[in-house]
C-alpha cells in the first residue's frame, strides 16, 4: 500500500497536469497512458484516478474518529484582518486542539487578497504545505477556517496527508464533553450535517449489483453498476438526521414545559453568556453553591445547568449556565444547539461574563454579541462581568471599564468567581437590573381610560382584549407600577395576597 503521507512518485502524467500522479492501474485493470489520458480528457482522467482506492484507504473525505497527535495549523491573513488578529486567532486554534488532544509542532500564516477558489492557499502554499508536514512528522493540517468539501478534498489529495478546519475541531471538543442526552444528540446532528457533503464513494467497487432474473440480464435496469456504497452511507446519515432532529423536537418540548412551569410561578431568569474558558461555570458555583464541572479548558460544560439563586422575603430567581461561545462559532453547531442558546433569548437578564485576564477581552465581547445577535437575544439586558479579577493586573482592569463604559454605555462589576471578590456586588446588581416583578390582572377599563390600555401594552404582555359597549375587557401580565395604575379598574387587588404567592 502506498504511504499516503508522501507524494507520489510515478513519472506518467496527463499533459499540463499540476496535480499528483496517475496510479499504475485504473478500475479496469489497463494501465492508463499518456495517449488514452488525452483521449478520455484531463477531467475524466482526474475522475477516474480519484475512484481508485487503495487497501486502507478512507471512505471518507474527513475521519472525524481517527486521532490527530502533531498538527501544522495554518492561517490567511484577508484584507480587513490585521497580524495581531490573526495572530489571536491561531492561539486560539492552538489552544482548541491542546483542548482536543493534539499537539501544533508548526504555524504557517500566508497573505492573500481573497482565498484560492480549489485550494484556498493557492498551488505554491499547498506543495511547501505538504513538504513541511512531512518533515515535522505531522499527521494533520489545520486550517484556522471554514474549507469548503471541494477544497477539503483537493488539499488532501495533493498533501497526502489528513486536512481538517477549524470547524471539525470544535465538533470533536463538544463530541468529548457533551454528557446529556440532548447534548449528544445536538453534538451528533452537527457532525453528521458536517460530514454529508465530504462523503467519498468508492467507485464501483463496493456497488450493490440487482439479484435474481434481473442480475441476469432479463430486465430493462438490470445492468449498470447499481447503488453504489455511498449513496447507502448517504441515506443512513439522512435518516440519522432526521431521527436526532425529532429527538431535539422532544427535548426541547420537555424544556418549554419547564420553562412555562417557571412563568406560571413568575420565577424570573438570569442566563450567564460569554466566550468560553471566561469562568461563567465557576461564577454559577460562587453565588448559587452548586457544583458544576470547573476546568480550565475550552467548552469544558455543554450541557445547560439552571440553579436557583434564594433572595430576599422568599424571592427566588433561576440562574443558567449556557454553552460558551468563540470565534467563528461554526453555523451548523449554532443551528443544532439553537434551542439550547435561545434561552439566552427568553431570559429577562443576560449576565455577559468576561475573561478580564485575557488580552483579547474586547474582541472576546464582540463575538459573544455577534452570536448573540444570531440567535436573537440582543435585545434582552444586559450586565458585563469582568471576571478573574485576582489575576489580572489591576491597572488593565480599570481600563479596560472605562474602555467598556465609553464605547458600549456599560457600568460592568469586578468579580472573582475564585476567591468571591465582587459577588455580593454582582448579587446587588442582578436585583437592580432585572425587570420589575410582573403580575397578572384583569379587568375592564372604560374608554375614557384607554391610556390604561396602552400604558398595559408598553409595560407588559395583553393575553386577552375584548371590547363592548363600556369599555375594555383586560388580562395581562404587567409590572408593579403599571398595576398601581390599573389597580381601581380590576377585578381584584393584586397587592391584596401575600407577596409570596405572586413573587414565585
Same mark, same amino acid.
Given at each position: 500500500?502506498?504511504? /499516503?503521507?508522501?507524494?507520489?512518485?510515478?513519472?506518467?502524467?496527463?499533459?499540463?497536469?499540476?496535480?499528483?500522479?496517475?496510479?499504475?492501474?485504473?478500475?479496469? !485493470?489497463?494501465?492508463? *497512458?499518456?495517449?488514452?489520458?488525452?483521449?478520455?480528457?484531463?477531467?475524466?482522467?482526474?475522475?477516474?484516478?480519484?475512484?481508485?482506492?487503495?487497501?486502507?484507504?478512507?471512505?471518507?473525505?474527513?475521519?472525524?474518529?481517527?486521532?490527530?497527535?502533531?498538527?501544522?495549523?495554518?492561517?490567511?491573513?484577508?484584507?480587513?484582518?490585521?497580524?495581531?488578529?490573526?495572530?489571536?486567532?491561531? *492561539?486560539? /486554534?492552538?489552544?482548541?486542539?491542546?483542548?482536543?488532544?493534539?499537539?501544533?509542532?508548526?504555524?504557517?500564516?500566508?497573505?492573500?487578497?481573497?482565498? *484560492?477558489?480549489?485550494?484556498?492557499?493557492?498551488?505554491?502554499?499547498?506543495?511547501?504545505?505538504?513538504?513541511?508536514?512531512?518533515?515535522?512528522?505531522?499527521?494533520?493540517?489545520?486550517?484556522?477556517?471554514?474549507?469548503?468539501?471541494?477544497?477539503?478534498?483537493?488539499?488532501?489529495?495533493?498533501?497526502?496527508?489528513?486536512? /481538517?478546519?477549524?470547524?471539525?475541531?470544535?465538533?470533536?471538543?463538544?463530541?468529548?464533553?457533551?454528557?446529556?442526552?440532548?447534548?449528544?444528540?445536538?453534538?451528533?446532528?452537527?457532525?453528521?450535517?458536517?460530514?454529508?457533503?465530504?462523503?467519498?464513494?468508492?467507485?464501483?467497487?463496493?456497488?450493490?449489483?440487482?439479484?435474481?432474473?434481473?442480475?441476469?440480464?432479463? !430486465?430493462?435496469?438490470?445492468?449498470?453498476?447499481?447503488?453504489?456504497?455511498?449513496?447507502?452511507?448517504?441515506?443512513?446519515?439522512?435518516?440519522?438526521?432526521?431521527?436526532?432532529?425529532?429527538?431535539?423536537?422532544?427535548?426541547?418540548?420537555?424544556?418549554?414545559?419547564?420553562?412555562?412551569?417557571?412563568?406560571?410561578?413568575?420565577?424570573?431568569?438570569?442566563?450567564?453568556? !460569554?466566550?468560553?474558558?471566561?469562568?461563567?461555570?465557576?461564577?454559577?458555583?460562587?453565588?448559587?453553591?452548586?457544583?458544576?464541572?470547573?476546568?480550565?479548558?475550552?467548552?469544558?460544560?455543554?450541557?445547560?445547568?439552571?440553579?436557583?439563586?434564594?433572595?430576599?422575603?422568599?424571592?427566588?430567581?433561576?440562574?443558567?449556565?449556557?454553552?460558551?461561545?468563540?470565534?467563528?462559532?461554526?453555523?451548523?453547531?449554532?443551528?443544532?444547539?439553537?434551542?439550547?442558546?435561545?434561552?439566552?433569548?427568553?431570559?429577562?437578564?443576560?449576565?455577559?461574563?468576561?475573561?478580564?485576564?485575557?488580552?483579547?477581552?474586547?474582541?472576546?465581547?464582540?463575538?459573544?454579541?455577534?452570536?448573540?445577535?444570531?440567535? !436573537?437575544?440582543?435585545?434582552?439586558?444586559?450586565?458585563?462581568?469582568?471576571?478573574?479579577?485576582?489575576?489580572?493586573?489591576?491597572?488593565?482592569?480599570?481600563?479596560?471599564?472605562?474602555?467598556?463604559?465609553?464605547?458600549?454605555?456599560?457600568?460592568?462589576?469586578? +468579580?472573582?468567581? +475564585?476567591?468571591?471578590?465582587?459577588?455580593?456586588?454582582?448579587?446587588?446588581?442582578?436585583?437592580?437590573?432585572?425587570?420589575?416583578?410582573?403580575?397578572?390582572?384583569?379587568?375592564?377599563?372604560?374608554?375614557?381610560?384607554?391610556?390604561?390600555?396602552?400604558?398595559?401594552?408598553?409595560?407588559?404582555?395583553?393575553?386577552?382584549?375584548?371590547?363592548?359597549?363600556?369599555?375594555?375587557?383586560?388580562?395581562?401580565?404587567?409590572?408593579?407600577?403599571?398595576?398601581?395604575?390599573?389597580?381601581?379598574?380590576? *377585578?381584584?387587588?393584586?397587592?391584596?395576597?401575600?407577596?409570596?404567592?405572586?413573587?414565585?
Amino acid at each position: 500500500m502506498r504511504d /499516503l503521507t508522501t507524494p507520489a512518485t510515478d513519472p506518467d502524467r496527463a499533459p499540463g497536469d499540476d496535480g499528483d500522479a496517475f496510479p499504475a492501474d485504473l478500475d479496469d !485493470g489497463q494501465p492508463l *497512458d499518456l495517449d488514452d489520458a488525452a483521449a478520455i480528457g484531463r477531467a475524466e482522467a482526474r475522475r477516474r484516478r480519484r475512484e481508485v482506492l487503495e487497501e486502507g484507504a478512507p471512505r471518507e473525505g474527513v475521519e472525524i474518529i481517527r486521532r490527530v497527535e502533531r498538527a501544522v495549523i495554518v492561517g490567511v491573513q484577508l484584507p480587513g484582518t490585521t497580524a495581531a488578529e490573526l495572530d489571536a486567532s491561531l *492561539d486560539e /486554534l492552538e489552544a482548541l486542539l491542546d483542548t482536543a488532544g493534539a499537539e501544533v509542532v508548526e504555524r504557517v500564516v500566508q497573505r492573500r487578497d481573497a482565498p *484560492d477558489t480549489a485550494t484556498f492557499v493557492g498551488r505554491g502554499k499547498v506543495a511547501e504545505l505538504r513538504d513541511l508536514a512531512a518533515a515535522v512528522g505531522a499527521d494533520a493540517v489545520v486550517f484556522d477556517d471554514d474549507l469548503a468539501p471541494a477544497q477539503q478534498r483537493t488539499l488532501e489529495e495533493r498533501i497526502r496527508q489528513k486536512v /481538517l478546519d477549524r470547524t471539525i475541531v470544535i465538533l470533536d471538543i463538544f463530541a468529548q464533553h457533551a454528557t446529556s442526552r440532548e447534548g449528544k444528540a445536538q453534538v451528533e446532528l452537527a457532525q453528521l450535517t458536517y460530514l454529508l457533503p465530504r462523503l467519498r464513494g468508492w467507485g464501483t467497487a463496493l456497488s450493490r449489483q440487482a439479484g435474481g432474473r434481473v442480475a441476469g440480464g432479463a !430486465g430493462i435496469g438490470g445492468r449498470g453498476p447499481g447503488e453504489t456504497q455511498l449513496e447507502v452511507d448517504r441515506r443512513r446519515i439522512m435518516r440519522r438526521i432526521s431521527k436526532l432532529k425529532r429527538d431535539l423536537v422532544d427535548y426541547t418540548r420537555i424544556r418549554d414545559t419547564k420553562a412555562a412551569e417557571r412563568d406560571r410561578r413568575q420565577v424570573q431568569t438570569v442566563a450567564l453568556v !460569554g466566550y468560553t474558558n471566561a469562568g461563567k461555570s465557576s461564577l454559577l458555583n460562587r453565588i448559587t453553591g452548586a457544583e458544576v464541572l470547573v476546568e480550565d479548558r475550552l467548552f469544558a460544560t455543554l450541557d445547560p445547568t439552571v440553579r436557583r439563586l434564594p433572595l430576599e422575603e422568599g424571592r427566588q430567581i433561576v440562574l443558567t449556565d449556557t454553552v460558551g461561545f468563540v470565534r467563528k462559532l461554526p453555523h451548523g453547531l449554532v443551528e443544532a444547539f439553537k434551542s439550547t442558546l435561545e434561552q439566552s433569548a427568553s431570559a429577562d437578564l443576560l449576565l455577559h461574563v468576561v475573561d478580564a485576564s485575557h488580552p483579547e477581552a474586547e474582541a472576546h465581547i464582540v463575538a459573544v454579541h455577534d452570536v448573540l445577535e444570531e440567535i !436573537g437575544a440582543d435585545r434582552v439586558p444586559e450586565q458585563l462581568v469582568l471576571n478573574k479579577v485576582d489575576v489580572a493586573d489591576p491597572a488593565v482592569v480599570d481600563a479596560l471599564a472605562r474602555r467598556l463604559k465609553a464605547e458600549l454605555d456599560a457600568d460592568p462589576v469586578l +468579580v472573582s468567581a +475564585v476567591t468571591g471578590v465582587g459577588a455580593d456586588d454582582l448579587i446587588e446588581r442582578i436585583k437592580l437590573r432585572l425587570p420589575r416583578q410582573r403580575v397578572r390582572v384583569a379587568g375592564h377599563i372604560p374608554y375614557a381610560r384607554q391610556d390604561l390600555v396602552a400604558l398595559a401594552h408598553r409595560q407588559g404582555t395583553v393575553l386577552e382584549e375584548t371590547h363592548d359597549d363600556h369599555g375594555t375587557r383586560l388580562v395581562a401580565d404587567v409590572d408593579e407600577d403599571a398595576a398601581l395604575e390599573l389597580r381601581e379598574h380590576l *377585578d381584584a387587588d393584586p397587592f391584596a395576597r401575600e407577596p409570596e404567592s405572586w413573587e414565585g
